[in-house]
């Protein structure tokens, strides 16, 4: 939790300079290839780190043999994703810039997914202290490094080269400190973990891959929209605001998930007032955010992020109540995952993904930016009314699906 709030302020600090230093156009570009290559990070995670977290969580004989296989899964997975990153610049990608940012990230997608792959052993375990000196070392190198290399005259090329070198060096690192710290693992073939996996994560998978879409998709597809990069820009300022916004607050139910596991593995249910209580507090905390963006947003964007920055400020207003409606279902999403209905959370995520999808590029076709963040918010309360429908008692799926 600790980890991923360092995170959210380094990031913060990093967008205030790529936005001065390299305007909104390059600022697309940067975006819409961390877009790509978080999208298909997402695709390929297989909801690796959820099914640690419970299986672990909740009791953890042969934890070696089953990290070893688990690993052994996301190394597969993530080989499949950098051939997917690549088909994509190559075939779909016309710009050349673009092309070449996406591809020049492959390494951060390998290092990024084995680093993913290890906090969730140290979540699963509540070690997670144990990790985050490497963790939060190697985040201030990538934005350090990059800032130097910025104010020293360089590049989008050179900070999205930096990025890729510090994930994959944090890749390799992490495998170590797993090793020494948690259980000397290596990657593993044991037909029983890995079948379970693959029965488990085919689900989980699922919820993970189109939670993914719907965090990286509205990016991908106003690229695809016709709207130019500096437009890009502007959006993907206001929208990286309220993804840190996000992940600040989903960090703190995620750490949750191992108790839940634990104080549920009897009856197979969390408390009833969890998913309630969860979604009343994200909501409220939503629209005092989301008015106070409105208010503030085109001032602070300004400021921080340059005069070019304004309309980026008007966004952030209502992509923070769009924000209250990503972490609003979470504690619905986690009961279902726990009591096994996990055919529910690809259902409600399925249903945000097919209103992003079929929505965003007519809206910005027809409104601009603005349409963006109006099919950003509907793709997001689709999802939450699914969810909070399913977890407050709608049709019933089998447990363990």
């Not at 779909?92 to 591809?103: C, K, N, T």
């Not at 699922?206 to 990069?229: E, K, N, Y």
């Not at 304004?310 to 990503?326: I, K, Q």
């Amino acid at each position: 939790m600790g980890l991923v709030w360092v995170e959210s302020a380094l990031s913060a600090v990093y967008i205030v300079v790529i936005a001065r230093v390299l305007g909104a156009e390059a600022y697309g570009y940067w975006s819409y290839a961390l877009a790509g290559y978080l999208l298909v990070l997402g695709l390929t995670g297989f909801g690796l780190d959820s099914l640690m977290a419970i299986r672990l969580g909740a009791a953890r004989q042969d934890a070696a043999r089953y990290l070893g296989a688990a690993l052994l899964l996301r190394l597969a997975v993530t080989g499949l994703g950098v051939v997917v990153l690549a088909a994509y610049a190559t075939i779909a990608e016309e710009d050349a810039l673009a092309r070449f940012a996406l591809v020049l990230l492959v390494p951060a997608l390998v290092g990024r997914a084995l680093s993913v792959w290890a906090r969730a052993c140290f979540l699963a375990y509540e070690r997670v202290a144990d990790y985050l000196a490497v963790a939060v070392a190697l985040r201030v190198a990538d934005v350090l490094f990059g800032t130097l290399c910025l104010l020293s005259g360089g590049g989008l090329m050179a900070i999205l080269s930096i990025h890729a070198a510090v994930w994959a060096i944090e890749g390799a690192v992490c495998l170590g400190l797993v090793h020494r710290k948690l259980a000397r693992c290596a990657p593993i073939w044991d037909r029983r973990e890995i079948a379970g996996l693959l029965g488990q994560g085919s689900t989980l998978g699922l919820a993970a891959g189109f939670g993914t879409w719907l965090v990286s998709g509205p990016v991908i597809l106003i690229r695809h929209s016709g709207i130019d990069m500096a437009g890009l820009g502007q959006f993907s300022a206001a929208w990286a605001a309220t993804m840190i916004a996000v992940a600040s607050a989903q960090a703190f139910l995620a750490a949750a998930l191992p108790v839940l596991s634990r104080s549920a593995a009897g009856s197979g249910r969390v408390p009833a007032r969890y998913g309630p209580a969860v979604m009343a507090g994200s909501l409220a905390a939503g629209l005092i955010a989301g008015a106070v963006g409105w208010l503030a947003g085109p001032w602070l964007a300004t400021a921080l992020l340059g005069d070019g920055f304004r309309r980026a400020g008007e966004l952030v207003g209502p992509l923070l109540v769009a924000g209250a409606l990503m972490i609003g279902p979470t504690g619905y999403g986690q009961a279902l995952m726990i009591a096994g209905r996990r055919r529910a959370v690809v259902v409600a995520n399925l249903a945000g993904g097919a209103v992003l999808a079929i929505a965003t590029v007519p809206a910005v076709r027809l409104a601009g930016i603005e349409g963006a963040v109006g099919a950003v918010g509907l793709a997001w309360l689709a999802r939450a009314v699914v969810l909070a429908w399913q977890g407050s008692g709608g049709p019933a799926w089998r447990k363990g699906s």
